[in-house]
């Protein structure tokens, strides 16, 4: 009997010891460390730019347009070629306004003769008056047709010039250096004065670059105008339609007069030089503005911020515990970011497995690297 109620006790210990140790709350819970990947944050050269949609102008474009009718007697060019100040490019039948002009010429010769002949009549009654050996009536009438002379030979004169005008605008020349277009008329092509369209003359070295920013950046760029910026200055870049980078840089030539009210925008125009032609007016571009804030900045990877009601965040780590520190962000530059405030450049940020942590976080962590900025 004795013997079977110590096997009761020992069966009864066994029980309790089990209970006990199927007991949670006796177990204490150890939360694992989470791995993360982390860098050294440090100042970078951060050298980037703003992006802006342009298109290439030609600084000075004329339309050439008939001034005088008559049909098209010479084309004197070669289409899409550069063509320079004062050169031949058009004529238009000019047989009429050359004898036009001529005769004009003759008229001028002839009333100035008559002036003379009428200016000696003229002296010499005045000279008989002086000793009383004429009539007043005949000095009066020379003097009448002294005036009436005159202004035949103005009149003359006028229509000289007018016949001149007409015989020059007969023949068409370039108005200045640059690159003509598609003729819009073909030899015996008749002419309307002031509507048909003969062709489209540009200039072509330097062109300009017209884009729009925003009205917010309307004093960056006053004080870019004002800079005196350099030919070898990189402030301004322009990128190709194929992608390319256009190997001379910019300076700023005009900033509209007024903002647009709709938009809130204002145009800017850059004049870059264009010796090889390689830019063409009508062309779509991409102008590129250094950043404000280029230069020795903290820049990190976007992937190690964290967004919390508009709000950024990065974790840094100390004690081997993951602290969460709001930081102000800047601009993006490719996959990165600039950091304006929350960091001073000596920490060491997690940027990967952020999603995981929070305040407090025990981590672990390989041994920090330098910090690796994407392109």
Known sequence: MHR?????????????????????????????????????????????????????????????????????TGIYFTEGKEVHSGEKLYEIDRRKYEATYKEAQSNVKIAEDNLEKVQRDANRYTDLAKQDAVAKQLLDNSMTDLNNTRQQVDAANSELVKAK?????????APFDGTIGFSGVRLGTLITPGQTLLNTVSS??????????????????????NAGISTNDTTFKITLPDNSTYPFFGKISVIDRAVDPLTGTIRVRITVPNHEKILKAGMSCKVLVLNAYAGEQIVIPLESVLEQLSEYFVYIIKDNKAQQVKVSLGPRVNANVIVLRGLKGDETIVIDGIQKLHDGSEITIAQPQKQQLHN
């Open 165 to 173: 005008t007409d015989f020059d605008y007969s023949l068409i020349n």
């Open 4 to 72: 079977i109620f110590n096997i009761i006790i020992c069966f009864g210990l066994i029980a309790g010891l089990l209970s006990c140790s199927g007991n949670p709350a006796n177990k204490k819970t150890e939360v694992p460390a989470i791995p993360v990947t982390v860098s050294n944050v440090r100042l970078v050269k951060a050298v980037f730019y703003n992006s802006y949609p342009g298109n290439i102008t030609a600084l000075k474009e004329v339309e050439l347009r008939g001034q005088v009718s008559g049909y098209i």
């Open 204 to 225: 072509d070295d330097p062109m300009g670059v017209d884009f729009e920013i925003s009205e917010t950046e309307l004093s960056r760029f006053r004080q870019l105008e």
